[in-house]
């Protein structure tokens, strides 16, 4: 045979010293734990490997939630050969031999290949494209799992080409459920009676946030480390136990939880919720977030959230980024945790931003207003004979310092500031401003005087 394969069809059975998590992994969809959203009974996906009819897809969701196990369930029920690789360790040889083999396959023995490819975003984009031809022409049905956003880690045309399905945490009432089947599966630990109380239970739930591998290694270390019960000879695992085998608790995060968890956290302060923001700034602190980025976040959220309602935001907020950046961790959290209190707390207008965008798309879209004579630079020799700055009112020496003077040739309203905080007196001022100009407008015309606007 010019090509052999390298990969066994089934899943492989896992070795008696593999981790508890690969020994209980599930060999049917009766034993799989969660993500009834797309793989419940009925559900598209579901029905898709059952009937072996499934297109490319790629599996995202956090570690632990289930990605590789339902890839292998997938082994377990297709006709086709089932290749494996790994981004970790896979190179584009690994990939590309993998395809030929799968090509030769086709032709010769009309037989197609899955090609499931774990961590598929540790492949870059290069490598990526490696594929593209393969899935587009048929020769792989491609299964991708991995811990991050699609959308950015992966190349678009392979995006578009496969079916993206996400993949949620677990519940408590999953992770229960796996916890208690470890007692009693044969798989687990034959030789040991093993029994968890409700705060054990209760603890791994909350602790493991919805990482059943995480769950399940926790229970590992418990039932490994714990004496049976002398007489009874039961291993009994308390609360005590479950913190001992789980001494610190992990943030999940990476690029995803980057962006998931700074937009929490700029809409908690927009939300003028002080207790989220500080929440999501803890995550973010615990998950080894630099915390000037976390500073430049909050000047940009004083001056477009807040702006001139509470003005005092912007210069608490780049008071704050420069001394993050003069102290460094682990003080630089009290003086994030003050910013962000304070711009949760004041009072919120993005009028300032909202003006500026306004301007923006008026100068893209339309006309640009050239500079009236009077208002352009006067102070260079020769500029007098351009007719430059003729003309100009200089606002000092008119009462209220309100010249009578217009400063664009076709005027527009782009600030207009909301009742909220010191915007608030901004807004009755431009009315007061307002007013005072109609009354000079309306006294000169009666006296026959050039009007205002002229």
Known sequence: MLFEDTAASAAPLPATNAPLAARLRPASFDEYVGQDHIVGRGRQLRRAIEADRFTSIILYGPPGVGKTTLAEL?????????????????????????????????????????????????????????????????????????????????????????????????????????????????????????????????FWCQACEGDARRALTAFEIAVLTTEPDSRSGIIAIDCEVAQESLQQKAVTYGDDGHYDTISAFIKSMRGSDPDAAVYWLAKMLEAGEDPVFIARRIVIFASEDVGNADPRAINVAVSAMQAVQMIGMPEARIILSQACTYCATAPKSNAAYVAVDKAIADVRENRVQPVPGYLRDAHYKGASGLGHGQGYDYPHDAPEALAEQTYLTVPATYYEPVNRGYEQRIRERLDYWASLKEQKKEGEVDEGQTNLAS
């Open 74 to 202: 997938i082994a377990n029920v297709t006709e086709a050969q089932f290749d494996r690789l790994s981004a970790v360790s896979a190179t584009v040889k690994d990939a590309r031999a993998s395809i030929d083999q799968a090509r030769y396959r086709q032709q010769v023995q009309d037989r197609r290949t899955v090609l499931f490819l774990d961590e598929i975003h540790r492949f870059n984009k290069a490598q990526q494209d490696v594929l593209l031809p393969a899935v587009e022409d048929g020769t792989i049905r491609l299964i991708g799992a991995t811990t991050e956003n699609p959308f950015f880690h992966i190349v678009g045309p392979l995006v578009s080409r496969a079916q993206i399905f996400q993949l949620r945490a677990l519940a408590p009432s999953d992770i229960t459920s796996l916890l208690m089947r470890a007692c009693d599966d044969d798989r687990a630990f034959p030789d040991h009676r093993i029994e968890i109380d409700d705060d054990a239970l209760d």
